[in-house]
């Protein structure tokens, strides 16, 4: 019997585009007032692209979404002409801008009811691998939430899906995770035989041929029924 349901976040519950482009705009916008050499030698688009250069160099802190973001509004600072003090202190104010604009998410129309309505029969908590801070977003039916960040890799890994384990002391078999992501949220949770919803609000075609979804909705108000009529079907 599930007990407990795990969520992704980004594009999930929320469009996380919108909300990552206005944090981005929040922090070049800091930079542009505060550190304006800055704008000699980088645009916004320029910037987002040394973040992924820097990802791409470094693979160990590709899946540390802050970390990641912190050091390379450093290097940009760096690279502007400031000292590597200066450098360190402006990333770390620039990044702060990023992160509180980042909290600011506004929930698909049918979310919140959803997420209430399941938190009468189930466990809720969330996994991501992105930076929303959960204690800041207002959400309190999730009882915990993990972020990819503070553990070896993100998903698809296992990592954080074994962690909602150990830290509630259930079966795979007890855990329903929901997400959008084909491999990250649905191949994820299946190769460790942990129950998926796979989220297809754009009807887009399903690609593995390495596991099946146990279930599909293109709406988040389509949620509690489905798997009401689900675990009709389970031991």
């Not at 802190?61 to 450093?74: D, G, K, N, P, Y």
Request: net charge negative.
């Amino acid at each position: 019997m599930i007990q407990l349901i795990t969520f992704d976040l980004d594009n999930t519950l929320w469009d996380s585009d919108p909300v990552i482009l206005s944090a981005e705009q929040a922090c070049w916008d800091f930079l542009s007032q505060y550190y304006p050499k800055i704008n000699d030698h980088f645009t916004k688009l320029s910037l987002r692209k040394l973040k992924f250069e820097l990802a791409d160099e470094i693979p160990a802190l590709a899946h540390r979404v802050s970390e990641i973001r912190r050091f390379c509004l450093q290097k940009a600072l760096e690279r502007a002409g400031y000292t590597q003090a200066q450098s360190e202190e402006g990333s770390q104010l620039a990044f702060t801008a990023f992160l509180t604009e980042r909290q600011n998410i506004e929930l698909y129309h049918d979310a919140l009811e959803m997420l209430n309505d399941l938190a009468k029969s189930y466990r809720l908590a969330a996994l991501t691998n992105g930076n929303a801070d959960l204690s800041k977003l207002g959400l309190e039916m999730f009882e915990f939430g993990l972020n990819a960040e503070n553990f070896d890799a993100a998903k698809p890994e296992p990592f954080i899906f074994e962690a909602a384990l150990q830290r509630t002391g259930l079966q795979p078999q007890q855990v329903l995770h929901i997400g959008d992501h084909q491999e990250h949220d649905v191949y994820g949770a299946a190769r460790l035989n942990i129950h998926t919803l796979w989220f297809n609000q754009h009807h887009e075609m399903w690609e593995r041929d390495d596991c099946q979804p146990d279930l599909i909705a293109s709406t988040l108000s389509d949620i509690p029924e489905l798997i009401n009529q689900y675990l009709k079907t389970i031991p």
